[in-house]
């Protein structure tokens, strides 16, 4: 008989415990573990990209035309600041895949204090790599590098910004339309 119980294809599911757990409090469980939520968000957090333009919470909109319909425009994001970037100097390479960033770009790096340890580089509509050249310069600066398609970089800006400070971390983002 013991041994038929054990066996038995009808199982009763008893609740020794309790929990507080339900669908309905779903959020608040979460709110609890977000480490973030109390912090300070940079002032040039990314609010929303869209297919020509990136849009940040503090209303600033950055617009780019279309190509081949003028010149490209970028975001600089420094120390809290949002400067639109003209992307005259900028050269794609090898069918698009590689970034040269003009040197224009980089001087301006090269002259802010404090520097950024680390550049968050969204390059456009899909992923692309920094030329030997950029990446030349900005070591020379002693700023890494962290590169990905520019809805990727901003989630990333975003995420680093809040975590240590603005003015340890910059980004450059290309267009979304690029």
């Given at each position: 008989m013991h041994f038929r119980r054990l066996l038995h294809t009808?199982?009763?599911?008893?609740?020794?415990?309790?929990?507080?757990?339900k669908a309905s409090n779903l959020g608040q469980n979460l709110a609890k573990?977000?480490?973030?939520?109390?912090?300070?968000?940079?002032e040039n957090n990314v609010e929303m990209i869209s297919d020509?333009?990136?849009?940040?919470?503090?209303?600033?909109?950055?617009?780019?035309p279309a190509p081949g319909q003028g010149q490209p425009v970028g975001a600089l994001l420094l120390n809290n600041?949002?400067?639109?970037?003209?992307?005259?100097g900028i050269e794609l390479q090898h069918n698009g895949v590689v970034v040269e960033l003009?040197?224009?770009?980089?001087?301006?790096?090269?002259?802010?204090?404090p520097k950024p340890e680390l550049?968050?580089?969204?390059?456009?509509?899909?992923?692309?790599?920094?030329?030997?050249?950029?990446?030349?310069?900005?070591s020379q600066l002693g700023i890494?590098?962290?590169?990905?398609d520019t809805r990727s970089s901003a989630l990333s800006?975003?995420?680093?910004?809040?975590?240590?400070?603005?003015?340890?971390?910059?980004?450059?983002?290309?267009p979304p339309n690029l």
């Open positions: 009808t199982a009763r599911v008893s609740r020794h415990y309790t929990t507080t757990f573990y977000d480490i973030y939520a109390l912090a300070d968000k940079p020509d333009s990136i849009v940040f919470s503090n209303l600033k909109v950055v617009r780019s600041q949002i400067f639109e970037l003209s992307l005259e003009g040197e224009a770009v980089t001087d301006v790096l090269g002259l802010v204090y550049l968050v580089a969204g390059l456009g509509k899909r992923t692309r790599m920094l030329g030997p050249k950029t990446k030349e310069r900005l890494r590098v962290e590169t990905g800006y975003d995420l680093l910004a809040t975590e240590r400070s603005p003015a340890l971390v910059a980004s450059i983002m290309l």
